[in-house]
């Protein structure tokens, strides 16, 4: 592990020449809500109506999503979130501060961070003694939640923090981590620890298709999709449009899974990640535009401009210890786009340590190898809140 920034080379070439859904790549359409928006109305705004026509009346129910493989508890029913408890097996033991997981909210269910045996987030920082554990469970956009903005999702997260006393470590997951950083930026006096995972931070750090999707389409093509969801951009809709399944070969690869494993384990783990690809959340509408108008067009967050709960987030009132995780083939966030976050910080480059994963983007939270090295490093980290600061850097796999 190293506490400097250490980007492992490689070429990124940029295909200009196809903006087709396919050109995306799978992970691509599958992950992400904006690239699938995107993507249809390059070109013109009047693809996106005919998609939308032919998409509204069809049911949008998501089907039920797998079960989460770690037994819970929910602490808190919010308006935004269940605010789950993975403690419930070690009663009697805790230790300080708290660890609370900021799941994605972006088209699939908050199960990325405990998806099977093996395969678990949870179960990894479990085992390696970060109690209490607790992870938001973003809930699917009812019609009644279809005003909240991303300021409802930080004040959620804020009465989450408080009710676990802080300050807590926090890590961020994907759209998790950009919450997850403003909130540390708004409170900087709640996070512990900051650690953040594929998280997009300063989209002007390199080129990715995502941001040239959004650049390119002009802003009322996704209000309209917006609008035809009833002030929801829905889930359902977006998954029947652009949500090709992973070929199993592909799966395998996402999850790290042995070559020489049992097939029969093999086929239940596609079969599963099949189940959980396919249970959508909805998304609010202004929530939604948000997103793709203030961090991707507009990258406020790293130009220190985004307003968040009355007051601009002001990065360089972070000054924590924090960890970056990145995929050196993340098809999704460069590396690049996260690892800018140590400059943009006012925390000490001692304290900021950088990890760059040979895996892509859903392997960051659900791959076997990178559970068992990176996030069992970034466990150590967490717990040894006695070590200098600096310790991270001598810590073996």
Same mark, same amino acid.
């Given at each position: 592990?190293?506490?400097?920034?250490?980007?492992?080379?490689?070429?990124?070439?940029q295909?200009?020449?196809?903006?087709?859904?396919?050109?995306?790549?799978?992970?691509?359409?599958?992950?992400?809500?904006?690239?699938?928006?995107?993507?249809?109305?390059?070109?013109?705004?009047?693809?996106?109506? &005919?998609?939308?026509?032919?998409?509204?009346?069809?049911?949008?129910?998501s089907?039920?999503?797998?079960?989460?493989?770690?037994? $819970?508890t929910?602490? &808190?029913?919010?308006?935004?979130m269940?605010?789950?408890?993975?403690?419930?097996?070690?009663?009697?033991?805790?230790?300080?501060?708290?660890?609370?997981?900021?799941?994605? %909210?972006?088209?699939?269910?908050?199960?990325?961070?405990?998806?099977?045996?093996?395969?678990?987030? @949870?179960?990894?920082?479990?085992?390696?003694? !970060?109690?209490?554990?607790?992870?938001t469970?973003?809930?699917?956009?009812?019609?009644?939640?279809?005003?909240f903005?991303?300021?409802?999702?930080l004040?959620?997260? $804020?009465?989450? @923090?408080? +009710?676990?006393?802080?300050?807590? $470590?926090?890590?961020?997951l994907?759209?998790?981590?950009?919450?997850?950083?403003?909130?540390?930026?708004?409170?900087?006096?709640?996070?512990?620890? !900051?650690v953040?995972?594929?998280?997009?931070?300063?989209?002007?750090?390199?080129?990715?298709?995502?941001?040239? %999707? @959004?650049?390119?389409t002009?802003?009322?093509?996704?209000?309209?999709?917006?609008r035809?969801?009833?002030?929801?951009?829905?889930?359902?809709?977006?998954?029947?449009?652009?949500?090709?399944? !992973?070929?199993?070969? +592909?799966?395998?690869? @996402?999850l790290?899974?042995?070559?020489?494993?049992?097939?029969?384990d093999?086929?239940?783990?596609?079969?599963?990640? *099949?189940?959980?690809?396919?249970?959508?959340?909805?998304?609010?509408?202004?929530?939604?535009?948000?997103? #793709?108008?203030?961090? %991707?067009?507009?990258?406020? #967050?790293a130009?220190?401009?985004?307003?968040?709960?009355? *007051?601009?987030?002001?990065l360089?009132? =972070? $000054? =924590?210890?924090?960890?970056?995780?990145?995929?050196?083939?993340?098809?999704?966030?460069?590396p690049?786009?996260?690892?800018a976050?140590?400059?943009?910080?006012?925390?000490?480059?001692?304290?900021?340590?950088?990890?760059?994963?040979?895996?892509?983007?859903?392997?960051?939270?659900?791959?076997?190898?990178?559970? *068992?090295?990176?996030?069992?490093? =970034?466990?150590?980290? !967490?717990?040894? +809140?006695t070590?200098?600061?600096?310790?991270?850097?001598?810590?073996r796999?």
């Amino acid at each position: 592990m190293s506490s400097h920034q250490h980007l492992q080379g490689r070429d990124r070439e940029q295909d200009t020449r196809s903006t087709s859904p396919q050109s995306l790549g799978l992970p691509a359409a599958m992950f992400w809500p904006l690239s699938a928006a995107a993507s249809v109305s390059q070109a013109t705004a009047t693809a996106l109506d &005919l998609m939308v026509t032919t998409l509204t009346g069809r049911d949008n129910t998501s089907p039920p999503p797998p079960e989460w493989v770690t037994p $819970n508890t929910v602490r &808190l029913e919010l308006p935004s979130m269940q605010l789950r408890d993975f403690s419930v097996e070690t009663a009697g033991h805790t230790t300080e501060p708290v660890t609370l997981v900021c799941a994605p %909210f972006a088209f699939h269910r908050a199960t990325v961070a405990d998806f099977a045996p093996g395969y678990s987030l @949870v179960e990894t920082l479990l085992s390696e003694g !970060l109690r209490p554990l607790f992870v938001t469970d973003w809930r699917s956009a009812t019609a009644q939640m279809s005003n909240f903005s991303i300021d409802t999702y930080l004040a959620d997260l $804020n009465v989450a @923090v408080d +009710e676990l006393k802080p300050p807590v $470590n926090l890590i961020g997951l994907c759209q998790g981590g950009w919450l997850a950083l403003l909130y540390a930026a708004r409170f900087p006096d709640k996070v512990g620890r !900051l650690v953040l995972a594929g998280a997009p931070v300063d989209i002007a750090a390199a080129p990715s298709t995502l941001a040239q %999707f @959004v650049a390119a389409t002009p802003h009322a093509a996704f209000e309209h999709l917006v609008r035809a969801g009833g002030g929801r951009a829905m889930g359902q809709q977006l998954l029947e449009a652009w949500g090709p399944l !992973l070929a199993a070969t +592909e799966i395998g690869e @996402v999850l790290q899974m042995p070559d020489s494993g049992d097939a029969d384990d093999a086929h239940a783990l596609e079969a599963r990640f *099949r189940l959980w690809h396919a249970a959508t959340v909805d998304l609010p509408g202004p929530y939604y535009l948000q997103f #793709i108008r203030n961090l %991707f067009r507009e990258n406020q #967050i790293a130009g220190n401009r985004f307003m968040a709960l009355g *007051r601009c987030a002001n990065l360089r009132d =972070i $000054n =924590i210890p924090i960890c970056l995780l990145a995929g050196r083939d993340d098809e999704l966030v460069p590396p690049e786009q996260l690892l800018a976050t140590a400059h943009l910080i006012g925390t000490p480059p001692a304290d900021i340590v950088t990890l760059v994963e040979p895996c892509r983007h859903l392997s960051l939270f659900m791959g076997a190898t990178t559970l *068992r090295t990176a996030w069992r490093r =970034i466990a150590f980290w !967490l717990a040894d +809140e006695t070590a200098p600061r600096s310790r991270v850097a001598q810590v073996r796999s």
